[in-house]
């Protein structure tokens, strides 16, 4: 499913966001998608690399583009799929443009760890997970995690 635009930041996106926040750092994880916490909104965030100068990150309604270089494969999880993991292929460089928490549009580009998860999360908005991007093998190497969660979830 493809998740909603946002119309306009409000104090209640504002909450969500803190809330997302809080739980990307429990789980540890480098990025979260609002469709992942139950929200068909068109809302990621992504943790801070200090070790980058990167600072953490809200993107409101993103759009990617000029999505550009190698298809390169790389080991990716993810946190709505515990026990999951595979290797996605990918473009290197990508850029994006978002509104941030004040509502004001921004541009970046990246052809580093960056683009890999911008592109991540991107995906949790257009309704698609890891397992929709494996190879078949991995796919296969990974049916039993995806059988357990499918049961979990009723399906
Ligand atoms: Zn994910």
């Keep these: 499913m493809k998740a909603k635009a946002i119309p306009k930041v409000t104090s209640s996106i504002r909450d969500l966001i803190n809330e997302m926040f809080e739980l990307m750092r429990e789980e540890e994880g480098a990025g ?91 995906d949790h908005l257009e309704g698609l997970l890891i397992i929709d991007r494996m190879t078949p093998i991995d796919r296969l190497r990974n049916r039993k995690a995806v059988k357990l969660l499918e049961r979990e979830a009723g399906l």
Excluded at 38 to 52: H, K, M, N, Y
Excluded at 100 to 119: C, T
Aim: net charge negative; charged share 25%; aromatic share 8%.
């Design 32 to 122: 979260l998608a609002a469709p992942q916490v139950g929200e068909s909104l068109r809302l990621f965030i992504t943790e801070a690399r200090p070790d980058e100068e990167i600072p953490e990150r809200v993107f409101i309604n993103p759009v990617l583009s000029k999505l550009d270089g190698d298809l390169i494969p790389y080991d990716e999880g993810c946190l709505s799929l515990p026990e999951i993991r595979g290797l996605i292929r990918r473009p290197t460089s990508v850029a994006i443009d978002a509104l941030d928490l004040q509502g004001n549009a921004f541009h970046l580009e990246s052809d580093a760890f960056p683009a890999r998860v911008w592109q991540h999360e991107f």
